[in-house]
């Protein structure tokens, strides 16, 4: 069964760092983007960045300069690098890969920036 598996949640203090990778398994149709969105208690899914094949990145305005997202399209892996955390950056993210056929999404991981 096809699936993205993501990894790299957990609890930091506001200020710090957390890496988000995911991997996507058993899709056989080639992946055009990547990305990762998230979503806060109360809030809709939102985007925080994505890639395409040929690396062309899509930030929210609200992680400019803090969030960096890179792809190996050779290993269909996207990973969230996250410094300088915010409280408001607390949600479960959610790994995206979207194909010619199907867009396909992990189950998230949760990020809580918290001191």
């Known amino acids: 069964q096809a699936q993205l598996v993501e990894s790299g949640g957990g609890l930091v203090q506001p200020g710090g760092s957390l890496r988000l990778s995911c991997a996507a398994s058993?899709?056989?149709?080639?992946?055009?983007?990547m990305g990762w969105y998230r979503q806060a208690p109360g809030k809709e899914r939102e985007l925080v960045a994505k890639?395409?094949?040929?690396?062309?990145?899509n930030y929210a305005d609200s992680v400019k300069g803090r969030f960096t997202i890179s792809r190996d399209n050779a290993k269909n892996t996207v990973t969230l690098q996250m410094n300088s955390l915010k409280p408001e950056d607390t949600a479960v993210y959610y790994c995206?890969?979207?194909?010619?056929?199907?867009?396909?999404w992990g189950k998230g991981t949760l990020v809580t920036v918290s001191s």
């Open positions: 890639i395409t094949r040929g690396d062309s990145t």
């Open positions: 995206n890969a979207v194909t010619s056929i199907m867009d396909y």
């Open positions: 058993r899709i056989i149709f080639s992946i055009n983007t």
